[in-house]
């Protein structure tokens, strides 16, 4: 009789309104940490959500695992995972188009993920999952039929296979021969790092000697550089002189925080140090980044009471980059430190570093400088991108990825090519789904999605 | 001067019986200082083989400590959880264990009209009937918080009343319905209710009726339950079979878990303890391949080998296994199926120190 009635009662509540109140709650889940530390950052994270789709894919790495992982739910099945090493493979995480980009090692430009704030052992599919999301997003929104958007998944899963099989991405970039979208961000990134583009925009030389930030007077946008409080600079201070692997003659030229970068690490603590290598011009003038990372999001078919695998999360950060680039000084400068609970990676921030832009793509595809083949392309090249990057990794019982992902492949590439496409289908359109009911439920509940009044109490 | 002398007791300082009011007129008790540790550590290997698939593990700590008065009680019970979660390096110390409040209870009994009332952070009514029958909590949680379906306690209060002879007892609840980890985060609260029957006027026979009317999350999600159990206790073996069904779970209302389980155990009366279990369980009633069955086995002797020894080593066998909807990954065959072997030493300590006014 109770189950009746409340059975009974219960059933009003459409599926719209159901999966709201799930995403809302997994929203304020992931994202916990912000909004105990600076609600008002988190807002900003969600405002950048709100405006665009690709920046909700962005912020939602960790909501797209939890999806994945409800049971009973209306999932996509996969046919493969059936090897139980290949579920344990050393993931990159989050690996959409914007988390690969250039870095310049010595005097080559080469290719390679970029972000490794996700990272952790987990089933492969989940980064090719993400890989074709992204993707497909990009052609849906630029207006490609389903089936032609459809290409450009399939170029990435037959990228990523060839590069499985034994056919890695070249590490090196030579210009003019990548295809339009990837010469452009070469171009690009040759033209503003000779001339170190974003050492000059965000810095100027003073008169006396020496290299300062030009400081914001206050956020645009909520965007922008300032300096530091009393307490940032020490915990600054305390970062840099933990950081072994500084290179010979570092000497800090100036600090700041900058605000307003990124998407999913948006509300993270991100410093800016100028600082040379001991000679008084400005020639080995430079800068870099020292951003927090947090944990990664619980990554689903991890059996229950997984390992640590690594020391610290500075550890993880920095081995998972350096196993999975090509070459493991992709960045020289990348380092992983600790502060107390706080975890901190350092890039380098110089114009040679730099990521593709969904927008740039979308704009260049509205204008008829990106045609489909050339999309096609570069999906290909993201694909063997990550897919070396896979073929390079360990399993978490210290195996070879690539062998175990062969294994699970079991010479079904087709039907594996299948199913990244049909799976990057339904998750486009939960994605544009969510991102609906997520502007919905901001106007509903407010920019922190109810989150604010839990705080205050 | 009014002074007070710490005697090692143990009886007539039984603290209340949990979630249900003591029988109407039964016998008032002394004061106390009541502690009790449950400990266990345990050996394991499981497959498949990958990642931790061998090691060592806590199953089981939890220490509870009341301050009893023949009337009023409070109660405390503390778990370690793992900073930083089972996943994350961002934690204390590294990833230390810290200790996180289960229980923290303020209650009065009075027991001449069999009334019991209690506030706080306080245990879950339709669970702990259960969960005090099946006793092998160092190795498995029951059913209902094994598989997730309702939180060990929350932060609220209830009321209870027992007939006379403790033939029929009546619980109601309201909590907040977010469990004790979570700050409530809608203006929703949970009711639940139990009615308990024991035909024969003692514990060797329960039937328990329950149900829940609740709400999780900012939106409110549905969250109800319904269930039932019989439960029946002996020297020798305590047998309990439980059903539930719920609507929601977890903040996701489009989930209907459903699910029973079957268990024996052995008795206090014997020098061994053993145990079989078969769960049976979907998240999801109404989605083909969604159920889920664990098998639980396991004994070995108490240490001593004797009656109500508070020691045990044994070994355990646990088996998980999921249909394709309900694996953590739909489909994927590589996380259906987990099969754990375990040595386990259990020790669940008790005691009371009364106070005695001279």
Known sequence: ?457 | MMWWAMVAAWAGCEPSPVVAAPALGAEARSGCLWGDLDIAGRLFARSPDVGLSRGVSLPRMRAEAAVITPDASVRLAVLPARSGGEEGYIGIAGEALVPVLQVAEARYDHRAWGLSVAAGLVDDIALMPVQLAWQRVDVARPLLTDRGWTERSDLGGWLGWTSPEGYVSITAAVVSGEGANRRERNTGLDTVGTLTVRPLGSQMLELLAWGREGSTGLLQARDHRAGGAALFRHDVVVVGVEAVMGWGLGGDGALAPGGGSVWARTGDELPAVGWLRFDQGTDARGVAQAGETTVLAGGGPRLPMASGAPAWVGVGYEARTMQGNATPLAGSIATSRTQTVFLQLSVHARGAAQWEAP
């Open chain 1, 1 to 457: 009789m109770l189950a009746l009635v409340l059975g009974g009662c219960s059933g009003a509540a459409t599926d719209d309104e159901l999966r709201k109140a799930w995403l809302v709650e997994a929203l304020a889940d992931d994202n916990r940490v912000w909004l105990s530390r600076d609600p008002a950052l988190l807002g900003a994270k969600y405002a950048k959500m709100a405006a665009d789709p690709y920046d909700y894919l962005r912020g939602t790495a960790g909501v797209t695992f939890r999806d994945r992982a409800r049971a009973g739910s209306d999932r996509s099945h996969t046919i493969f995972l059936r090897d139980a090493e290949a579920v344990e493979v050393l993931l990159a995480g989050d690996p959409h188009p914007e988390n690969m980009g250039t870095f310049r090692p010595a005097d080559l430009v080469v290719l390679e993920l970029n972000d490794f704030d996700g990272s952790a052992f987990g089933p492969y599919l989940l980064d090719v999952q993400r890989l074709a999301l992204g993707l497909l997003y990009l052609a849906d929104e630029a207006g490609y039929e389903p089936h032609d958007a459809a290409l450009v998944v399939d170029a990435a899963a037959r990228g990523y296979l060839e590069a499985v099989a034994g056919d890695p991405w070249p590490s090196g970039l030579v210009p003019g021969q990548q295809g339009v979208v990837l010469d452009q961000l070469l171009s690009k990134v040759s033209d503003d790092g000779a001339a170190r583009a974003r050492l000059l925009e965000y810095t100027e030389v003073l008169p006396e000697g020496g290299r300062r930030f030009r400081f914001d007077a206050a956020l645009e946008a909520g965007a922008g550089v300032l300096p530091l409080t009393i307490d940032q600079g020490r915990q600054l201070d305390r970062l840099l002189a933990s950081w072994s692997a500084a290179p010979e003659g570092f000497r800090v030229l100036d600090r700041g925080r900058r605000f307003g970068s990124g998407v999913a690490s948006l509300p993270s603590v991100r410093y800016v140090v100028a600082y040379d290598l001991g000679d008084d011009g400005p020639d080995d003038d430079a800068l870099v980044s020292i951003r927090e990372v947090v944990d990664p999001p619980a990554v689903p078919g991890v059996h229950v009471g997984a390992p640590g695998y690594w020391d610290s999360g500075a550890d993880r950060i920095e081995a998972t980059a350096r196993t999975l680039w090509s070459r493991a000084d992709a960045d020289p400068r990348y380092a992983g430190l600790t502060d107390g609970a706080m975890t901190f990676k350092v890039q380098t921030w110089a114009s040679w570093h730099d990521s593709f832009d969904h927008e740039r793509v979308l704009s260049d595809i509205a204008r008829g400088r990106v045609v489909l083949d050339e999309l096609v392309r570069w999906a290909g090249t993201l694909g063997q991108l990550l897919g070396s990057a896979h073929a390079r990794a360990p399993t978490a019982r210290g195996g070879e990825a690539r062998a175990a992902i062969l294994r699970d492949l079991n010479s079904q590439g087709e039907v594996f090519v299948a199913e990244i496409i049909g799976t990057a289908r339904a998750d486009l359109d939960q994605l544009r789904t969510d991102h609906r009911l997520f502007v919905e439920a901001r106007e509903e509940l407010g920019d922190l999605l109810g989150m604010g009044l839990v705080e205050d109490r």
